[in-house]
């Protein structure tokens, strides 16, 4: 089939009297928000630029901060799907066309990847969909010629999905190659239950103060091994959900809460949490009673840090600095380092990840990881305990990292973890007794309450 479609019935082209940034709100409805989404979608995919960062409230990419409210719902979720299936979207756009789309042409590729996300995985009529993809192609001087093309395309895809769709999804890897294959050659035994997972949308989880039976009740939720309540998808911000504005809880995926449940002693205690914004792990420190110092390198993440920790009523030590900077002659009783990692764990929230990030991303930061360590090893008194945590799936950020400490620091050793606290998750206690969580754990057969973040943490002490 060649594809050089007319434009859609009853569509004309519209003057371009500008080539400035439109004003959104003389937009047809739903164009700014498509426009936003191929521009955050190109900044991602080809300039490795993290979808936390664009969609920052504050700090964000202007096309989707200048947006309504509604628009950035529909921008965020247009995202997401489409990053999470992005091999399938550009499978299928392949499969349709005769010739490879033109090497230069990436704007083209990103309107046609975000109605592709429209059409094959989101509630929105199929007709609005491309009708707004070929009016998105007509305003924009490098896609205007394209624009039969992104209809008949579009309009192709929408008649065959039911057919297509399951076929290209079975015979089409689901992430890029250099993330499969690493997660493949770690974990064999359960690297295809990962991968299925892993284009699901997360469940929420909260971290609550107390009483997580009343709270499962109250919101509908399920208490998980770690304490946590599950509660499955929002419809709404989490901020409308009972007992936020009271700071009865925060969102802290469940495999996240651990690391600081694995100090044997915190009340009364002098802990630094030496990666600490947004402070998820600081507030479980604050409330099982230790005098927490929390510190953090980026000015930004520690004020959000103290914003988070002020509704939930916590008093703690913030400190700008970075944590190999930090000098505490005194030391602590307890180290946290929850390290900067390449966060391949939270890929079910975070799906940019496996296109911002690199396999040469895992072996730089496994050497900032170390380095850190190194420091935070000597923060520690002498009987105190040290947590290493980070959200990677990846070995050579974890357990081969640690490895790699223990053999160079001969005085210190893993204090192994006591299974018998963690009923469920002994699958995620290792050999040596350190922790190791990845996304096929906690299965449940409704997907939407499936799953866990992957994670590593080990509690290391002095002999
Ligand atoms: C994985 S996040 C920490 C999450 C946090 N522990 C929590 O539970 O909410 C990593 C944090 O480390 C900070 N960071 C990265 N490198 C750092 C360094 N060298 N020193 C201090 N903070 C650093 C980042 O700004 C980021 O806030």
Avoid at 88 to 97: E, G, K, M, Q, S
Wanted: hydrophobic fraction near 40%.
């Amino acid at each position: 089939m060649v594809l050089t479609g007319a434009r859609p019935e009853g569509q004309r082209k519209r003057p371009h009297k500008s080539r400035g940034r439109p004003d959104p709100s003389n937009l047809k409805p739903g164009l700014a928000a498509r426009q936003a989404a191929s521009r955050l979608l190109s900044a991602v995919t080809e300039s490795r630029a993290s979808l936390d960062g664009l969609l920052d409230p504050a700090g964000g990419n202007p096309a989707f901060t200048g947006l309504g409210d509604q628009d950035r719902l529909l921008v965020r979720a247009i995202l997401l799907s489409a990053l999470r299936h992005l091999q399938v979207i550009d499978a299928f756009v392949d499969r349709l066309v005769d010739n490879p789309l033109p090497e230069g042409a990436k704007a083209l590729r990103q309107v046609l990847r975000v109605g592709a996300a429209q059409i094959l995985y989101l509630d929105v009529p199929d007709r609005a969909a491309v009708d707004l993809a070929v009016t998105q192609a007509d305003s924009d001087p490098r896609n205007r010629r394209f624009a039969g093309l992104v209809n008949a395309l579009l309009r192709r895809m929408a008649r065959e999905k039911d057919v297509l769709l399951p076929e290209i999804t079975a015979s089409t890897p689901d992430f890029p190659d250099w993330f499969e294959s690493r997660l493949r050659s770690a974990y064999a035994d359960h690297a295809d239950a990962i991968l299925a997972i892993l284009s699901e949308p997360p469940a929420i989880d909260l971290t609550v103060k107390s009483d997580a039976d009343g709270w499962a009740a109250r919101l509908g939720g399920v208490v998980l091994p770690t304490g946590s309540v599950r509660i499955g998808r929002q419809e709404g911000p989490v901020s409308g959900l009972e007992g936020f504005e009271d700071g009865a809880w925060w969102v802290q995926d469940a495999a996240a809460s651990i690391p600081a449940q694995l100090f044997s002693r915190l009340e009364g205690l002098d802990i630094v949490d030496l990666c600490a914004a947004p402070g998820g792990k600081t507030a479980q420190l604050a409330l099982a009673g230790a005098r927490v110092t929390a510190c953090d390198q980026s000015q930004t993440r520690l004020e959000r840090l103290r914003g988070n920790l002020a509704r939930l009523g916590f008093d703690v030590t913030t400190q700008l600095t970075r944590a190999q900077d930090l000098v505490a002659p005194e030391g602590f009783d307890g180290v946290l380092l929850d390290a900067p990692c390449s966060s391949t764990g939270t890929v079910r929230r975070h799906p940019d990840i496996p296109y911002t990030k690199g396999a040469e991303d895992i072996m730089r930061l496994a050497r900032v990881q170390r380095d850190l360590l190194d420091h935070a090893s000597g923060l520690v008194r002498p009987g105190g305990e040290l947590v290493f945590s980070n959200c990677s799936l990846d070995p050579e950020e974890g357990e081969e990292m640690v490895a790699g400490f223990l053999t160079d620091h001969p005085a210190w050793s893993i204090r192994p973890v006591d299974a018998a606290r963690w009923p469920g998750l002994e699958t995620a206690i290792t050999a040596k007794g350190e922790i190791r969580t990845h996304p096929a754990m906690l299965g449940n057969d409704d997907p939407r309450l499936a799953g866990l973040d992957g994670f590593y943490a080990v509690v290391l002490v002095r002999s």
